[in-house]
């Protein structure tokens, strides 16, 4: 292993070791008797979402499978928070790094990008992002570091400070310290991937639930068996979704899965800002939803416990789109009966 690989390693652990954990913390539901809902906050990352971790480890995974070396040009199909993380990394360890997104990505993810040295190359849609991604990097003779592919592997599973592990040991100390369920929607499908293995790892008596937004075909491949379903539409709910089935998706992890309309997204993110007094994305609206709606389940069927879910990245970066009233009229549709149903249910 040449010395600047070495080194570019040392300066990602470095500043992973410099990093606290993230906190996870208990929402006021009382209305939830004897279920207790948990948020794991991981907008407080460097980087400001759960991708920082995904990134750090694809970095490491590169660069220890020989993929980047002195000098080599990063290539991401993402459509925002995965490409701002590897922006982070890769000017960290002296790499260029160009991010292949669609034009619909909110601009302040755009501009998170470039603060941190990266470059754009916009596709019209989604479905668009892995092809022109794969040519891009080919024509530049970059490395492509496809995270639909890799983000199941990149990550250790069995701990070494990985997201599922985080979670169980914070947990220890609360009232029901095993979570009765980990709730979790699908980007790259690696982080469910990774805390479905972790939990069978440990032998934990804990459910896995992943959520997923209209407009994707995950849930569709995990009822049908199918993982080969194609779909020419863009999930409305940015960062979680695909029109294909990715590689990193694992179906055999999953206990449960749960289709959230897109407005019920937006209306429990909007809703939640009211219980918190803070802003948060829409794919921790999606989270959220299916954590409500499994602890209902809970209630109605008198079982106690604890439902761990996450708080994905910051809602100030959708000022512009989920927060933005006439936005998302045009583009997600009325949420009204969803946040009459949180209110009257939750509130």
Request: proline letters at 4%.
């Amino acid at each position: 292993m040449n010395n600047w690989v070495v080194d570019a390693i040392g300066k990602i652990n470095a500043d992973a070791h410099r990093s606290a954990d993230t906190h996870l913390f208990k929402l006021p539901l009382p209305r939830l008797a004897g279920v207790d809902i948990y948020l794991k906050d991981e907008s407080t990352h460097p980087t400001g979402s759960l991708k920082h971790r995904l990134a750090r480890s694809l970095f490491l995974y590169a660069l220890c499978n020989g993929k980047i070396t002195q000098g080599t040009t990063v290539v991401e199909a993402s459509s925002g928070s995965t490409a701002v993380s590897e922006a982070y990394f890769a000017r960290m360890i002296g790499v260029p790094f160009i991010a292949v997104v669609p034009k619909s990505t909110a601009r302040s993810k755009i501009k998170l990008i470039e603060f941190y040295g990266g470059k754009i190359h916009f596709v019209d849609s989604a479905p668009q992002m892995h092809d022109a991604s794969v040519e891009l990097a080919r024509s530049i003779s970059g490395y492509f570091m496809d995270q639909f592919t890799y983000a199941e592997r990149a990550t250790d599973w069995r701990g070494n400070n990985n997201i599922a592990e985080s979670v169980f040991t914070q947990m220890e100390r609360e009232p029901h310290p095993i979570p009765s369920m980990l709730v979790m929607s699908a980007g790259t499908g690696g982080t469910s991937a990774t805390l479905g293995r972790y939990i069978r790892y440990r032998g934990y008596d804990t459910e896995l639930t992943v959520v997923d937004p209209e407009n994707s075909v995950f849930y569709d491949s995990y009822m049908t068996c199918d993982c080969n379903l194609v779909s020419d539409k863009s999930s409305r709910i940015e960062g979680i979704g695909r029109p294909k089935v990715e590689h990193s998706f694992q179906p055999g992890v999953i206990d449960h899965m749960l289709q959230v309309p897109d407005a019920a997204s937006v209306a429990t993110m909007l809703w939640l800002e009211k219980l918190i007094g803070r802003k948060a994305g829409p794919s921790t609206g999606t989270n959220l939803w299916g954590a409500l709606q499994s602890a209902q389940t809970m209630v109605a069927k008198g079982r106690t416990g604890s439902i761990v879910t996450l708080l994905c990245d910051s809602g100030e970066r959708y000022l512009d789109t989920y927060y933005n009233p006439e936005w998302v009229g045009k583009c997600i549709g009325d949420h009204q009966k969803f946040s009459d149903e949180l209110d009257a249910s939750f509130t």
